[in-house]
């Protein structure tokens, strides 16, 4: 299940990582609690991850590559489903008690002991192409923009509307199955702002002033959100002489990119000079990051990441999982961008912002 290589801790958080350092945002219980009694948020967050059992058991169903894939998905929903309702009535079961990384790993674990690799696969595909088709326009409506600072936001604004495509939010993938999205109407229909959390500003003042040496970005979704999202903000990087690393999932979660996945996206988006879109790519690297969830715990990372990482000076974590529901406050030796969309109620309920609002966090070294 796990990456072959032993993981290390990211290099970028601030040390001493073991005392500074913890990778969920949202505190389902304190330590006055009741070890063997659920706590109301403990609860809540269950129930959320109940209520997407039937959208991942009708995409397990639908698995061309796993034989009797309709029986094994059933498992996956009664399995899951137990050690679920298992946790409501003993916090300490499972490995408990439950936090979001819990309640991922143990779906994953099950999705996998069953023969289920990549349940997503085809919508992936789907997306991918549908996006790659869309990513010459994009970049140029950028590069249409002449002032650099209102050019940045465009590219934020980008990200977070390629965002949407998330099929581990219930509400989303119901709203997908029905008409698909699109990324223009999503980037003119982001909630007004301020966001929840927003240093827009403060960002848009530092990039019209200062270069990045190297940029290491998280990357999230497949689809419009590392085609349209990510890839235009990268290039955009790399205009600027900064060496950009995006690292990606050792292993298919949900609707996230994978590390081989992402290779062959920006081979087939590169001309036969090694450009993207007339922009010199030979500093953009991917790189596996050792994750195979859709959240992210930064002390235990590929070595190979690491190693790429070690001298960046900014590093971007995209996505509700890996930006916010982990790592929100994480806090690292250089600068940083927490950036991603609001996309379950229960996250909106703990920010105090709205559904679908947006963060985009940037701290200064």
């Known amino acids: 299940m796990e990456s072959s290589s032993p993981s290390v801790p990211f290099p970028l958080l601030q040390a001493p990582v073991e005392s500074t350092y913890r990778a969920c945002t949202i505190p389902y219980r304190f330590a006055s609690d009741n070890p063997r009694k659920a706590t109301p948020v403990e609860i809540q967050w269950i129930d959320l991850f109940l209520n997407s059992v039937p959208s991942f058991r009708q995409r397990a169903e639908n698995d061309p590559t796993v034989p009797d894939a309709p029986a094994k998905a059933e498992k996956f929903a009664q399995r899951y489903t137990a050690m679920l309702e298992e946790l409501k009535k003993n916090p300490e079961s499972n490995g408990g008690p439950p936090d979001c990384i819990l309640l991922c790993r143990l779906r994953e674990l099950v999705l996998r002991e069953l023969g289920f690799r990549d349940i997503f696969k085809k919508v992936k595909d789907e997306e991918n192409a549908k996006a790659m088709s869309l990513f ?209 109620p229960e996250v909106a309920q703990f920010l105090g912002g709205r559904l679908y609002d947006c963060v985009f966090k940037f701290d200064e070294a």
């Open 136 to 344: 010459e326009g994009v970049v140029q409506r950028n590069d249409e923009i002449e002032d650099d600072g209102k050019r940045a936001e465009n590219l934020i604004r980008g990200i977070l509307a390629g965002n949407i495509f998330d099929l581990g939010s219930a509400q989303l993938a119901e709203v997908f199955a029905k008409d698909g999205m699109s990324f223009l109407a999503s980037c003119q229909n982001l909630v007004s702002r301020p966001w929840v959390i927003d240093d827009l500003d403060a960002f848009q003042n530092k990039w019209t002033k200062k270069s990045w040496e190297k940029a290491v970005i998280f990357v999230d979704n497949s689809g419009a959100d590392i085609i349209l999202g990510i890839l235009p903000f990268a290039r955009e990087l790399l205009r600027h002489g900064t060496k950009v690393i995006l690292a990606a999932n050792d292993m298919p979660s949900i609707n996230d990119v994978t590390y081989p996945e992402l290779v062959e996206i920006i081979n087939k988006l590169k001309d036969e000079n090694g450009k993207l879109a007339g922009v010199d790519a030979s500093d953009l690297l991917v790189a596996n990051s050792g994750n195979d969830l859709p959240v992210i715990d930064l002390s235990s990372v590929s070595p190979e990441l690491a190693y790429l990482a070690n001298d960046a000076d900014l590093v971007v974590l995209e996505g509700m999982g890996r930006a916010i529901e982990t790592n929100l406050y994480a806090q690292m030796k250089c600068d940083s961008i927490k950036i991603g969309m609001v996309k379950h």
